[in-house]
């Protein structure tokens, strides 16, 4: 260990020196080099295809407003919802950090989490002190009774509807009876970053009537915006007054706010729309076809803009995608998912190609097969 690794280390909170950050797709696999620029992404469950946005940005000398007025004004016209309930964040995950930083001590409370998950929830809390709590989705749904038993225990509970990686909605009912369970004890977040796919599904209807309901949302899905890096948390005033306690001063730039606001002007929402429309029904082409595979094992139900599937030959599959530079997620190392991938709803030529490489190196008996890399 050199001098200067061993002082940060002793100078550093115990906890982050072995902590392994989240391995986002774009860790994994940058997008910046010039060996990228081919690829094919279905790893981050983006939208295809951007939109065409102009940035004036002629103030840009200026701090921006703390929640600029057209940004939160677009959001209230789309979500209908006023605007005092709405926070704008720097993405959905800025959203999961605020609610554990405003709701949670460090090394005394805990957040609660049903894994398999999306990981943000839990390295959040690793990054601020914060415990968790796991009580894993059996078969995919809520474990209500066992949720239960939190009380108490639990400060905040991370729900994700439709979940990532699984990929299916959770049943209503058991949403509403965890926010009854903890409506006196623990804040419950519905992670809705993929609700547009299934729009009439989500619980923003009932945060008039759940004081501890925290709904998070974000453009970076069905919006076709990762790269603007633009949530929302949906919540009663007094928790977006809490939660703006604890934001950074000028959350949201300039350029973000306006381009942000364009996404959501009526044009920007119908083109979401009709994009989500194409999306659902590649994916419901996509998860016939996977069911027909004789290597797949199972195909996750999903309601999202992308597909779980367990198969025989996980690494096989991965890395004959790979060499193609086409880039799917392996998502085998969570709970529950053993030998299972993930893949993006791209556009129709993506899937295509992905199709027509996978029907031709795998559906041959093994033993006439090319040999396949292994998994590194
Ligand atoms: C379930 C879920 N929540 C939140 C996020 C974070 O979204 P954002 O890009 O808005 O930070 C993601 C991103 O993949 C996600 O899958």
Redesign the pocket.
């Known amino acids: 260990m050199t001098k200067q690794t061993d002082l940060i280390n002793r100078l550093a909170r115990n906890e982050l020196v072995d902590m392994v950050p989240y391995q986002s797709a774009r860790r994994l696999f940058a997008s910046g080099d010039d060996s990228a620029a081919n690829n094919i992404w279905l790893n ?2 983006e939208a295809p295809g951007a939109g065409d946005y102009s940035v004036e940005a002629s103030c840009i000398n200026r701090y921006p407003d703390f929640q600029p007025d057209s940004l939160i004004n677009g959001y209230s016209n789309y979500s209908a919802l006023p605007p005092s309930q709405i926070l704008a964040t720097r ?4 959203g ?1 950090e605020l609610v554990i930083k405003a709701f949670c001590r460090a090394y005394q409370d805990n957040i609660l989490i049903c894994p398999p998950t ?1 990981g ?1 929830y839990g390295i959040s809390a690793q990054a601020q002190g914060v415990g968790i709590i796991e009580v894993p989705l059996v078969n995919n749904l809520l474990n209500v009774e066992e949720i239960a038993k939190q009380k108490g225990q639990a400060k905040v509970l991370f729900l ?1 509807s439709p979940g ?1 990686p699984t990929g299916n909605l959770l049943p209503k009912a058991q949403l509403l009876q965890v926010l009854e369970i903890f409506k006196n004890d623990a804040i419950v977040v519905v ?1 809705e ?2 609700i547009e796919f299934s729009p009439t599904d989500s619980m923003q209807g009932i945060i008039d009537e759940y004081d501890n309901l925290v709904v ?1 949302r ?4 069905a919006f076709a915006l ?1 790269g603007l ?3 929302f948390t949906l919540a009663n005033e007094t928790i977006i007054t809490m939660l703006s306690k604890v934001i950074a001063p000028y959350p949201i730039s300039a350029p973000v706010a306006e381009i942000a606001s364009q996404a959501l002007n009526d044009a920007g929402v119908a083109r979401m729309q009709s994009q989500v429309a194409i999306t659902n029904t590649l994916r419901n082409e996509f998860s016939d076809w996977l069911e027909k595979q004789a290597w797949c094992v199972r195909v996750f139900d999903s309601s999202a803009n992308f597909i779980l599937f367990e198969c025989t030959e996980k690494d096989e599959i991965f890395n004959a995608l790979k060499e193609q530079n086409i880039l799917i997620r392996d998502q085998s190392k969570q709970q529950q998912l053993a030998n299972c991938l993930r893949i993006s709803i791209g556009s129709e030529k993506e899937l295509t190609l992905v199709k027509t490489l996978l029907e031709q190196a795998f559906n041959q008996p093994l033993t006439q097969r090319a040999p396949a890399q292994t998994n590194v």
């Open positions: 981050a469950n993405g959905a995950d800025e999961i999306y943000m994700c990532n992670d970053a993929y998070l974000t453009l970076s899905k990762a890096r633009c949530g």
